[in-house]
Nanobody
Framework: VQLQASGGGLVQTGGSLRLSCAAS????????MGWYRQAPGKQRELVAT???????NYLDSVKARFTISRDNAKNTVYLQMNSLKAEDTAVYYC???????????WGQGTLVTVSS
């Protein structure tokens, strides 16, 4: 499975971006899809996930600002990011997990830079 992430860029504090992650196969039966991020000098952290049934989970610091969604017809997962802060600056990676058997795939990353 190949994951193509896009939508990153430079935005001012308080602005918005929407990231997209297009999969090379159907995602309808994929257990979990999500977004992670890695800021310079920091470990990669989980930002948001969405399950096959639509349940979502968010990093505390992005709750109420970020929204993850999936469009199974387009094999795409989105991350809508609003009210961006400087601390959201990072490379964002999309992730796909199949639980049984466990298989995990990563996209190539897209850079988000929030300027103050």
């Amino acid at each position: 499975v190949q994951l193509q992430a896009s939508g990153g860029g430079l935005v001012q504090t308080g602005g918005s971006l929407r990231l997209s992650c297009a999969a090379s196969r159907s995602i309808a039966n994929i257990n979990v899809m999500g977004w992670y991020r890695q800021a310079p000098g920091k470990q990669r952290e989980l930002v948001a996930t969405i399950t096959k049934t639509g349940s979502t989970n968010y990093l505390d610091s992005v709750k109420a600002r970020f929204t993850i969604s999936r469009d199974n017809a387009k094999n795409t997962v989105y991350l809508q990011m609003n009210s961006l802060k400087a601390e959201d600056t990072a490379v964002y990676y999309c992730n796909l997990k199949i639980i049984m058997p466990f298989v995990e795939y990563w996209g190539q990353g897209t850079l988000v830079t929030v300027s103050s």
